[in-house]
């Protein structure tokens, strides 16, 4: 479906510029888009790597354990139906971490990891549980206390203070976080809690 968006934006798009005279303003935008998207990945690249590396550095030393243990509380009140002691919330902890630091890449095979882990608590295999419900709640929201790629993006287009969006990235996707939350329990609720 995505796809065929895309497809269909780049025809009509194109289409547009070639009726309207402007095939210039096209052939521009195709020969300048390569040195731009290899100029911005160069410029994320290492940044990138640097946390991934650190995760993965937390990971081994068993420190993403020893966060997920300190997190459980919190997050047994959020998935009550994940029995104690569960693989899930590993992978849900380090999930929120990554998204925390901003890691979109790094929080994705996690995520598919939990969301997996998850469907096999799942009685119903056609449907979401509310766990995963939840977890695709959190994960779309995704609380972020330094938001990486952001600031990469402002230090490639020259901006005076990069990490001045750290802040309002922070309050804005706390708020959004906590808001998703609220839904979410009022719709279980709603819902009977059934799924």
């Known amino acids: 479906m995505i796809n065929k968006l895309w497809v269909s934006l780049i025809l009509i798009g194109s289409l547009f510029l070639i009726l309207t005279g402007q095939a210039d303003v096209l ?23 640097l ?3 650190i995760m993965n550095i937390a990971k081994e030393s068993g420190l ?16 009550p139906d994940i029995p104690k002691g569960h693989e899930s919330f590993g992978y849900i902890s380090s999930n929120i971490l990554s998204n925390m630091f901003g890691l979109g890449n790094a929080a994705t095979p996690l995520g598919l990891k939990a969301m997996k882990s998850l469907q096999s608590l799942n009685k119903n295999k056609e449907e979401a549980s509310r766990s995963m419900i939840t977890f695709l709640i959190i994960n779309t929201c995704g609380f972020c206390i330094i938001p990486t790629t952001i ?26 976080f906590l ?13 009977g809690g059934s799924k």
């Not at 521009?28 to 731009?36: A, E, H, Y």
Request: one cysteine or more; hydrophobic letters at 50%; charged letters at 15%.
């Open 151 to 176: 600031i990469s993006l402002r230090m490639l287009y020259s901006s005076k203070d990069a990490s001045f969006i750290a802040i309002p990235c922070l309050i804005i996707s706390f708020i959004s």
């Open 27 to 49: 052939n521009t935008q195709i020969l300048s888009s390569g040195k731009v998207t290899l100029e911005l990945v160069m410029q994320i690249f290492p940044l990138v790597s």
């Open 51 to 53: 946390w991934l590396g």
């Open 64 to 79: 993403l354990s020893k966060v997920s243990k300190i997190i459980y509380p919190l997050l047994h009140k959020i998935f």
């Open 179 to 191: 808001f998703g939350l609220i839904i979410d329990r009022i719709w279980s609720k709603k819902d």
